[in-house]
T-cell receptor, first 113, second 114 residues
Framework: EAGVTQSPTHLIKTRGQQATLRCSPI?????VYWYQQALGLGLQFLLW???????NRGNFPPRFSGRQFPNYSSELNVNALELEDSALYLC????????????FGPGTRLLVL | AQTVTQSQPEMSVQEAETVTLSCTYD???????LFWYKQPPSRQMILVIR??????QNATENRFSVNFQKAAKSFSLKISDSQLGDAAMYFC???????????FGEGTQLTVNP
């Protein structure tokens, strides 16, 4: 069974540009979570999507947004990129919320120059 | 707010030996889940073990086991018969039973010496 996939693996942008990151969950999983792993800041929760709706978001500005498609894949958009947005962005999926374990993808490394 | 603390930034162990990684957490919830994930140099986050707070029995997965002390809010990971492939960053994580987000500790970098 295929795991969580993410694309692209690496992304280089300049300050002020927009970045789009993509995630495909494990088959059958309906919830998708996004985390940011920035150097020195650890892993921080960004967003949670379930059944096409944004259910919760972490302490990030509105320029971090996303959506979930009918096939449960998800997109994370980061507008007006800043240098400190450089990080590894991890996507995870689970069957549903509450009791289910989250399984992670390999991540997208975003570098903002 | 829930917090997770890993007080050992780095640990090392000899191949075939046993090592214990520490994790403490702070919560006012009574029902929650605890996890250990490993992140090797490839950066893929891999689930190692999971513990439900309502279960008194400590979880075990092959060479990996936990010592869950609910009253002390402690959740340590024991790796037996350490292998070179165990070398990775290990993260302790917490989630409430009703919540969605994982709260992670700072991580412990484990080195396995041959």
């Amino acid at each position: 069974e295929a795991g969580v996939t993410q694309s692209p693996t690496h992304l280089i942008k300049t300050r002020g540009q927009q970045a789009t990151l993509r995630c495909s969950p494990i088959s059958g999983h309906t919830s998708v979570y996004w985390y940011q792993q920035a150097l020195g800041l650890g892993l921080q929760f960004l967003l949670w999507y379930d059944e096409g709706e944004e259910r919760n978001r972490g302490n990030f500005p509105p320029r971090f947004s996303g959506r979930q498609f009918p096939n449960y894949s998800s997109e994370l958009n980061v507008n007006a990129l800043e240098l400190e947005d450089s990080a590894l962005y991890l996507c995870a999926s689970s069957f549903d919320t509450g009791k289910e374990t989250q399984y992670f993808g390999p991540g997208t490394r975003l570098l903002v120059l | 707010a829930q917090t997770v603390t890993q007080s050992q930034p780095e640990m090392s162990v000899q191949e075939a030996e046993t090592v214990t990684l520490s994790c403490t957490y702070d919560t006012s919830e009574s029902d929650y889940y605890l996890f250990w994930y490993k992140q090797p140099p490839s950066r893929q986050m891999i689930l190692v073990i999971r513990q439900e707070a309502y279960k008194q029995q400590n979880a075990t997965e092959n060479r990996f086991s936990v010592n869950f002390q609910k009253a002390a809010k402690s959740f340590s990971l024991k790796i037996s018969d350490s292998q070179l492939g165990d070398a990775a960053m290990y993260f302790c994580a917490y989630r409430t039973s009703s919540g969605s987000r994982l709260t992670f500790g700072e991580g412990t970098q484990l080195t396995v010496n041959p």
